[in-house]
């Protein structure tokens, strides 16, 4: 009875709600054609030396027209959007003041805005675009406006929003890169489609069990009972489920025919078919945006808690240290990236085992410290606490960006990426692992990797977030949460990659220099500490007041804490780092004179001067040359 109702509700809404739904049916579409077609001359399409050919320049005039459709549905999504929250008529949408204060003053409103210049941006670099690097600034600039909605999805107004938004996050990552792909294929002529299928299919397994179980995650986030289930937005979502599992067994052909005769027929036949069934889910999942999900239990029941309001987690008991250590609470869309980050560096020690090659224990034990760690700053009992207690938010910044990123960098993910992804199909194609290479030696890598821009990252971002307003505006939304992770961890790991990496860097710095801007950073970070300690007002712009936590009331006190935390913890990674520096350059010298002694052996044996033989005899040549008084 409850599904009938909702449906005849529906069916009694007015215009501009069917409009909307088609507008954004529309929009997902054409967005996604042009994320697929952006991705086949990425990664589908064989370039020559990093230049694009006529293929790809063909499917190019593709996606800016896809683009360029894309941004017309924005535009009706913006008129639309605006005349179903005033309640009226289109007309009353097309207004400049209104129209100025929605896309300024809300968040739909400036996701929209965003949805439009990410766009924009995406035809002018198409327009331009000659070389296979501009097609990977195109593909991510268009993965970013297709994921940006989603952190102001109805996912964002769940209990535990932050496993509600992570999950949806993946899921549409990965559906952008399943659908996205197979348009792309399709669009390609046949030898490239040939070629690059059986690639393809690789990554759209993947995709498939992604997709799956972030859409499994998702349901369950939101749909905790069978009445949910029972309503029009549950019944929604088993659709769109039955219809992923029809997505999966098309998957399932494409594998099997492609090496049979008349496989790009077969192919081609089972793309079409895949691609309609893959509109209709689109369309299923662009209803949902506009239809409001059940609210649960649980949210009924924290409907006037701040902190749930505010961060989607109830407020945690006081902190111990058995509890610190015991919380943990899930930040999918972190704990995401680990996860696939993780399967990635697992992937490819599995490749290099089965080829013979052995790869470093010690690296791979790195590698798991720094994930784990990763984890616990974000999940764990400091990453739940952190969002309650500023004190525990600087531990967990020290986690993400002093300790975790040592492991990272210590497990060497480029040489293992330069070891185990696939090379060109041509001699002209770079594939995968020329184009690292490519991006490695760039002039924008040489930039990144100067001591000095490293340094100005890791430590002037201190300053930059702590003693301005952005740090509270940040703390205030999920996105703005998973925005400072990520750059704590990127920034941690630029720095120490510089300093004591062991993967390929396109600098060569001098040990010393190290050292150098080693102790730079410690009296930087020491600075910032000290003036956070000596602060008289909170930095976090009424964010912490804002969630009435019951316990540690003094909040300046606690910030004081936080300072103190963030000097202690800052100093012990450095020392550390400046230690192994140290073991660097006495191994470095070590090998350098058992190299100069090699080669002074062979010149003996030779019968010839050695190097430095043959540079005192260039000096006594100098000498000679000098005009005596």
Known sequence: MRFFAEVHTFSSNT????????????????????????????????????VLTSEALRVKKLGHLATFVTLVTVL????????????????????STTIKSFLSQTTIGRDYLFQFITGFAVIV???????????YWALALSLIGLLAPVFQSHASGATNHGTAIGSLL???????????GVIGLIAISPEERTASIERFSAVALWSAIIVAGSGVVNAWSRLDSLSAWASLYGLLVGLKVLLMFILIGFGALHRKNISSRGGDRKAFSLLINEVAVMAITVAIGAWLSTTHPPVSAAAENYVNDAAVNVTGITMPLPPTPMRVLQEYVPDAAFL?????????????????????????????????LGVAFADFATSGGVGVYSHFAFSYHMISHMILGM??????????????????????????????????????HSRYSVIMTNPVTALAIFDGSLFALYLTPLFGTLMRSHSGHLLMDIHFILAGYLFFYVIIGVDVNPRKIPHIVRI??????????????????????????????????????NLLTDQHTGGAIGWAMGEVPILLAIVATFLQWIRDDSKEAK???????????????DDLAKYNRYLQELNAREPRD
């Open 125 to 135: 670099i198409l327009q331009r675009a000659k070389k296979i690097g501009a097609m």
């Open 76 to 95: 009706g999504g913006v008129f639309t959007e605006l005349a179903n929250l005033l309640g009226g008529s289109l007309l009353d949408a097309f207004d």
């Open 403 to 440: 300790v975790a990123p040592i492991g990272f960098v210590l497990s060497a993910p480029i040489t293992l990426a330069l070891r185990t992804l696939p090379a060109g199909r041509t001699e002209k194609e770079r594939g995968l692992r020329g184009q690292l290479v490519t991006i490695i």
């Open 516 to 553: 150098i801007v080693l102790f730079a950073a410690m009296s930087i970070h020491a600075f910032f500490s000290i003036t956070l300690l000596s602060t008289s007002s909170l930095v976090d712009n009424g964010y912490f007041a804002s969630l009435h936590r019951p316990w540690s009331l």
């Open 336 to 368: 995401g990236f680990l996860l696939l980050a993780t399967a990635l560096y697992i992937r490819g020690v599995v490749l290099l085992s089965r080829r013979g090659d052995k790869w470093p224990v010690g690296r791979t034990i790195s590698f798991a």
């Open 15 to 50: 215009l501009v709600t069917t409009l909307l739904t088609i507008t954004k049916s529309f929009y997902f579409i054409s967005a996604l054609t042009a994320f697929g077609l952006i991705f086949a001359i990425a990664f589908f399409i064989r370039e020559e030396r990093g």
């Open 170 to 180: 993946f899921h549409v990552l990965f559906i952008s890169i399943w659908v996205g």
């Open 595 to 609: 190299r100069i002694d090699r080669a002074a052996a062979r010149a003996d044996a030779m019968g010839e001067d």
